[in-house]
């Protein structure tokens, strides 16, 4: 079965900098995309960055030029480095990833992390 594993959140203060991890364990067959969600307490989930396998990328506007998002398709890995951290990045970051886990099962699933905390204040 396949379960996203993250690490990497935290306390950090203004223009501090973070590197979020997600790792997608077991059988992969294929992997289209992955990304990083984040939610604010009482605000809608909204998308961050997503990278696909073939390399490219989407950042939200309110992160571009301070967060950068790559893959490792050999560990099925996702990460976020995230520069000049500002309090209002401070949320709950979820990893998102769409996977084809079997030739024999469907060929698009979502799977969630559970979420990672970042908190960015002096």
């Given at each position: 079965?396949?379960?996203?594993?993250?690490?990497?959140?935290?306390?950090?203060r203004?223009?501090?900098s973070?590197?979020?991890?997600?790792?997608?364990?077991?059988?992969?067959?294929?992997?289209?995309?992955?990304?990083?969600?984040?939610?604010?307490?009482?605000?809608?989930?909204?998308?961050?960055?997503?990278?696909?396998?073939?390399?490219?990328?989407?950042?939200?506007?309110?992160?571009?030029?301070?967060?950068?998002?790559?893959?490792?398709?050999?560990?099925?890995?996702?990460?976020?480095?995230?520069?000049?951290?500002?309090?209002?990045?401070?949320?709950?970051?979820?990893?998102?990833?769409?996977?084809?886990?079997?030739?024999?099962?469907?060929?698009?699933?979502?799977?969630?992390?559970?979420?990672?905390?970042?908190?960015?204040?002096?």
């Amino acid at each position: 079965q396949v379960q996203l594993v993250e690490s990497g959140g935290g306390l950090v203060r203004p223009g501090g900098s973070l590197r979020l991890s997600c790792a997608a364990s077991g059988s992969i067959f294929s992997i289209y995309d992955m990304g990083w969600y984040r939610q604010a307490p009482g605000k809608q989930r909204e998308l961050v960055a997503v990278i696909s396998s073939a390399g490219s990328t989407n950042y939200a506007d309110s992160v571009k030029g301070r967060f950068t998002i790559s893959m490792d398709n050999a560990k099925n890995a996702v990460y976020l480095q995230m520069n000049s951290l500002k309090p209002e990045d401070t949320a709950v970051y979820y990893c998102r990833a769409d996977l084809w886990v079997s030739v024999y099962g469907p060929p698009s699933e979502d799977y969630w992390g559970q979420g990672t905390q970042v908190t960015v204040s002096s």
